[in-house]
């Protein structure tokens, strides 16, 4: 690089004549203010031994570069650490008061610059000058740089720490400070008192792309500008020497080269604030009502070096650029530069004149946000917060992987939004189907989604359709595909630009178009707007309709009889034109991303939930249509395939793949289970009786088509419901987590000094031994992850996020609604359900902190109900069943120290303690029900001997509650109802009749025509059983 001279002509015009009328200065107000921005009032400045200021500021890291060398390795491990300083901030902000909003967009400014520029200094100024600095205590803020001395070459900050904005926390927008490690990459200060960060955070093993040792300078070169550039609103470049600009822009130039470079699709540019900060020179004019003088005086002063710098020229004449403003602009939406005097220096030196710049620059970052934040809302990439966290999740996992791809920002846009709508399951689906070879599969794609519009008009619940083309593809249906094809041109077709003299084709979509036409490694190929491509838009609907006039014409030619065989035959010819699409490339191979889409693959408008043996997911209505039984062999509720619909994989021994699906006329079975830490072994043993009383050898999940459960009870459900234990094995593995699980941390269980060790600790057990306990439980069977079917019976766990229940379900992909991401391994659903305030840490599980669903459900019977209404609609129900953990005449008591958690957590904490029995909720529910429900509804909660309730942590009350629940006897109200005994009441135990029921429950009636003969309907069908004669259980039911 050759040297960039000095600029003199900037200098020049920085000593104006000033206004000697203008008469300045400080208030003692304004004094103590400054004073304590610069460390004064703390003693920070003057301090000796600073270790205690950066001990308490290493709370603040967000993310950085740890290297370790393992006992034994000459080596050094360098990992990417990411704390969960983010999500605490949003966390807090979502819950700063009443008025708080439950949905937040996060902004992120960051401060960058050279070593003693004076960014930490500059970042305490607006927190502390902030009007709202007040209502925080403590308040978070850099430590300032050292002014003399040898500390005052040295980086003050390491990594990169992040600080809330006091004026916007806990607004729509919250603002967030990242204050990164200065450019030269020196050893900083910090170093040499934070070490404790590193332990807590999540790593990313980093891929050295070169096989050379990632160390400090090159983590802060290459690896946190990726990373700030991508996700920034606002970038504060900070300097202090006014006579090296052209130095500064060109090491600033290719800051942003490095995240530029590294990102595609990207939706909208950061801004730029270069902030000349406290410089031995001052220009009253520059404090004066023109906020763009600095500016002008800036690019003024560098503009010689575009032709008279090679870095600059060369840059230029890569891209065409005449001017340092349009070479400035390919990197950032806007620039600006502010002045901030120096403390002490000329007349303007003043704190007065400090903090009143520094006011307006708070002023310009607020309003530059607020500007790239509208810019993104256009194109849909204005992340709230449980996505901004997803996308950051995303984007350390791949800075860390060393992969020469740069950062896609729709492709993470993508797997973060999930579609709600037929348009949006469509528009993705173009994007899989027609990348890359548009032309070759145009007719093939449309001919997919017109079988798709028959099969759907011809689901179960359409009977009455008219079958005609005009029908099928009416209007609406016509202005959803035209909103798809919308979409699709949007936000997944790239841009059909080709360069000239590479050959290489522009990547970018049209909404990610702003940074101009990208290669497919992040290199900038041309200046340019979006070009279209042929795709006509007329054309394809024209062609959806075609093929659907078709279809329909030769399957009407066909004669079928009844709408069955309509249905039969439009899967067929959709089955033929998938294969036909898979052939030219256009539907996903085996074993590749798109496999866990949220909207079925087989059929675009269903939901995905069963896995077939290849991994791909398919909803219901599929696994129903594309049954491969012979029609000789077919038998109500069992299907098999023979190979997937979607990737024709059939060579696996898994094949064929044979599973259940609830036959129509089923009555449901729900299954309820509370909450109650170590008291789930009432439950276990419960249902270990209910089991041994059926007396079928089947695991008892197997009698339940829905099951819910809360905290311990989510785990139970886990293990009887997705791996389909018995209930025998489940309380041995239950055992097992609560003998290992249960470690305290040191002293938080003493009996005098627990109270004051619970306020240096986040929670009273090793969080780590709980989850190394849960892993081991849930290892050793399949499957292993809770998301799909593998079986007819569908489980969700309950947890609470942001102060709200959320499910994890085996039926539902999540990321909407209520539903978090359940592409997760059991035991970290496990986790997710019973993180139990006080006693465990949160779960950072899809951009959410889960703790204990039984903050808010304790008792799961309503959201089971509720649930079962919305996976089936209107259905019938043969068993509601509740359990509990078991009640006593008062609560158990409640841990000391809750001043360890949030007020707010606090105050959701004691009500699961006071309600853990789980009756509240109980009765409330039964007040709500009509006689229809309640009929077939009952719940077993066995009531303690003792007067007070074991704590969910009792480990030593365990075998005494399993003895109890063994011996207890459990009565209901006696009631006459269409599922009473035809011999009358009987009495006895309740959970008798239980067994009873469910064991009656396996029979089912298949209906086969109902005709009428003038007054009398004739209803013809079978009686049916869910167990086919090679089943477990299927002799013993019939003797």
Known sequence: MSAAPAVNGFANTAFLPRNQTHKRGGSKKTETKWNKIKGVVSNIASSFSPASHFQRDETTKWFGLHISSPPGRKDRIATLVETTRFSSLLEESLHFNKRSPKRQYPSICSFVGDTGAGKSTLIRSLIFDSERSLDFDPLDAPVPGAQTGSSAIRSTTGEV?????????????????????????????????????????????????????????????TIYPRFLYI???????????????????????????????????????????????????????????????????????????????????ELAQKHGDKTMRQLFARSFSSVYVHYIPLEGFGALGTSLEIINQTNRLAKRVRRDAERVQAQRAESWTRFDTTQMSQVVHYAFAHLASGSPEPFDFGQCRRQISVPDTTEGNFSDFLGLSLKNEMEARFDDTAAVIATSLLRNSLSANKDDIVLLPSVVFDKDTQAICTRAISQFLDSKLPCAYIDPDSGEKCVNTKSGHRIGHQSASGDLLRDGSFVVGDFNSA?????????????????????????????????????????????????????????????????????????????????????????????????????????????????????????????????????????????????????????????????????????????????????????????????SLFRDICREGFEAKLLTKSRFFGWAARWFRSSIYKTDVLETA????????????????????????????????????????????????????????????????????????????????????????????????????????????????????????????????PKWLAHLFSTLVSTMNGEDAWNRFRSSQDGRILERASRFNLRFDG?????????????????????????????????????????????????????????????????????????????????MPNDQGFKELLS
Not at 260 to 288: C, F, K, M, R, S
Request: overall charge negative; some cysteine; aromatic content about 8%.
């Open 161 to 221: 720490n992040l600080y809330l904005d006091p004026s916007t926390f806990g607004t729509v927008s919250p603002m967030f400070y990242a204050d990164c490690e200065g450019l030269l990459g020196t050893e900083p200060l910090a170093a040499e008192h934070q070490t404790e960060w590193a332990r807590y955070g999540q790593r990313y093993l980093i891929e050295s792309k070169d096989g050379k040792p990632v160390d400090r300078r090159t983590a802060v070169k």
């Open 231 to 313: 996700f920034s609103d606002v970038i504060c470049y900070v300097n202090r020497n006014h006579r090296a600009w052209a130095e500064s822009a060109l090491r600033l130039l290719d800051w942003s080269k490095v995240g530029v470079q590294n990102t595609i699709n990207q939706h909208a540019l950061p801004a730029l604030i270069i902030v000349l900060n406290g410089p031995t020179l001052e220009n009253e004019a520059w404090l004066g009502d023109d906020h763009e003088v600095v500016t002008d005086a800036f690019f003024q002063a560098i503009e010689k070096e575009i032709s008279e710098t090679t870095e600059f020229r």
């Open 539 to 731: 054309k394809f609907l024209l062609a959806v309709q075609s093929e659907l006039e078709a279809t329909m014409r030769e399957i009407n030619s066909s004669g079928p009889p009844n709408h069955c065989d309509w249905r039969r035959l439009a899967a067929v010819h959709h089955r033929l034109n998938i294969d036909a699409l898979r052939r030219r490339g256009g539907y996903p191979a085996l074993h590749v991303e798109d496999q866990n889409t949220s909207f079925c693959l087989g059929c675009l408008f269903g939901r995905p939930e069963y896995r077939l043996p290849c991994e791909h997911v398919i909803c219901e209505t599929c696994v129903e249509d594309f049954d491969d039984t012979a029609v000789d062999n077919k038998y109500p509720g069992r299907v098999m395939h023979k190979c997937c619909i979607i990737c024709d994989s059939r060579s696996s021994d898994k094949w064929p793949f044979v599973t259940t699906i609830r036959p129509p006329l089923c009555g449901l079975r729900v299954l309820s289970l509370d909450g109650g830490g170590v008291r789930g072994i009432v439950e276990l043993t419960v249902l270990n009786r209910l089991e041994k009383e059926i007396g079928l050898g089947i695991p008892i999940g197997s009698f339940f088509d829905l099951i819910v459960g809360t905290s311990t009870g989510g785990i139970i459900a886990l293990g009887i419901g997705v791996q389909r234990r018995s209930a025998t094995e489940c309380i």
């Open 774 to 901: 849960l892993q081991e439980a849930f290892e050793d069977k399949e499957p292993k992850s809770l998301y799909a079917l593998n079986s007819s019976c569908r489980v969700a766990v309950t947890t609470t996020a942001k102060e709200d229940c959320h499910l994890i379900a085996n039926y539902n992909t999540g990321g909407k609604d209520r539903y978090l991401d359940s592409k997760l391994p059991l035991w970290k659903a496990a986790r997710c359900t019973s993180a139990a305030p006080m006693y465990f840490e949160h779960v950072s599980h899809a951009g959410h902190e889960c703790r204990d669903g039984g903050l808010k459900e304790n008792n799961p019977i309503q959201v089971a109900l509720n649930e079962s209404r919305k996976i089936w609609e209107d259905p019938t129900y043969d068993v509601i069943l509740s359990l509990g953990s078991g009640q006593a005449r008062y609560p158990a008591t409640e841990p000391v120290s809750t001043a360890i958690i």
């Open 947 to 1027: 007067s007070t309730e074991p704590a969910l942590d009792d480990v030593n009350a365990i075998t005494s509650m399993e003895t109890a629940a063994k011996k207890a006897k459990f009565y209901e109200r006696p009631s006459r109802s269409p599922f009473s005994a035809t011999s009358g009441i009987i009495q006895g135990d309740a959970l008798d009749r239980m067994a009873d029921k469910l064991r009656a429950s396996l029979y089912f009636f298949d209906l086969g025509s109902v005709t009428k003969h003038g007054p009398v309907t004739v209803i013809h069908g079978w009686i049916c059983c869910r167990l």
